[in-house]
T-cell receptor
Framework: GQNIDQPTEMTATEGAIVQINCTYQ??????LFWYQQHAGEAPTFLSY????GLEEKGRFSSFLSRSKGYSYLLLKELQMKDSASYLC????????????FGAGTRLFVKA | EAGVAQSPRYKIIEKRQSVAFWCNPI?????LYWYQQILGQGPKLLIQ????????DSQLPKDRFSAERLKGVDSTLKIQPAKLEDSAVYLC????????????FGQGTRLTVV
C-alpha cells in the first residue's frame, strides 16, 4: 500500500521562504508530483521528481530523496496569491501506474 | 488546446437518488482518472482508465459507483443510490499516457447529497 504524510497547515509571511515537507511509503515508487490547488479550483501541476536532487523552476523548487522517502517543495519570495493547498502525489507502478495524493498542506501567506 | 471538460459543475440530490457525471478529456489523452475529493482532503483515486480499459478501480465502491469509458474518449461516473457521505467534488483528469507525465484536471463537479 501507500502512505503519504504532509503537514496540515502552514503560515508564512509575504516575501519569505517556506518549505513544505512530504514523506511517503510505497512499494513501487515511480516519481513524485507536487500540485497547487486554490480553494474551489482544480489542482494544477507544479513539479515532478523521479531522480534524487533538486529541481528548480522559477520561485518554486522541489527536492527528492528516494532512499529517505522524502520530498519538499520550496517556495521563495512568497506572494499572497501563493495561499493555496499544496498536494504531494506519488506515482506507484505496482499493478499499473497509479498516482496517489496526500491530504495536502494548506499554506496561508500573510502580509 | 481545450482542457478537460466536466459537467455539471454543481449537483444537489437527495440520498438514495442517482446521479451521473460526465467528463471529456483532452484530445489524444489515453489515460483518464476519476478522483473524489472530500472537503479538506486530498483527491482519492476512484478509477483509472487506459483507453477504454480499467487500470485500477480498487477504491471504487462498486456496490453503488460505476464508471465507463466507451470508445476510449468520454467517460461517465454514476452513483446509485447516493449516500450523504458521497458529498464531495468529483474530479476528472487526463494524461497522455500512464507514463511519467502529469495529469490535467477538470474543474470538477461539486456534489451535495441531502
Amino acid at each position: 500500500g501507500q502512505n503519504i504524510d504532509q503537514p496540515t497547515e502552514m503560515t508564512a509571511t509575504e516575501g519569505a521562504i517556506v518549505q513544505i515537507n512530504c514523506t511517503y511509503q510505497t512499494s513501487g515508487f515511480n516519481g513524485l508530483f507536487w500540485y497547487q490547488q486554490h480553494a474551489g479550483e482544480a489542482p494544477t501541476f507544479l513539479s515532478y521528481n523521479v531522480l534524487d536532487g533538486l529541481e528548480e523552476k522559477g520561485r518554486f523548487s522541489s527536492f527528492l530523496s528516494r532512499s529517505k522517502g522524502y520530498s519538499y517543495l520550496l517556495l521563495k519570495e512568497l506572494q499572497m496569491k501563493d495561499s493555496a493547498s499544496y498536494l504531494c502525489a506519488v506515482r506507484d507502478n505496482t499493478g499499473g501506474f497509479k498516482t496517489i495524493f496526500g491530504a495536502g498542506t494548506r499554506l496561508f501567506v500573510k502580509a | 488546446e481545450a482542457g478537460v471538460a466536466q459537467s455539471p459543475r454543481y449537483k444537489i440530490i437527495e440520498k438514495r437518488q442517482s446521479v451521473a457525471f460526465w467528463c471529456n478529456p483532452i484530445s489524444g489523452h489515453a489515460t483518464l482518472y476519476w478522483y473524489q475529493q472530500i472537503l479538506g482532503q486530498g483527491p482519492k483515486l476512484l478509477i483509472q482508465f487506459q483507453n477504454n480499459g480499467v487500470v485500477d478501480d480498487s477504491q471504487l465502491p462498486k456496490d453503488r459507483f460505476s464508471a465507463e469509458r466507451l470508445k476510449g474518449v468520454d467517460s461517465t461516473l454514476k452513483i446509485q443510490p447516493a449516500k450523504l457521505e458521497d458529498s464531495a467534488v468529483y474530479l476528472c483528469a487526463s494524461s497522455p499516457s500512464t507514463g511519467q507525465t502529469e495529469a490535467f484536471f477538470g474543474q470538477g463537479t461539486r456534489l451535495t447529497v441531502v
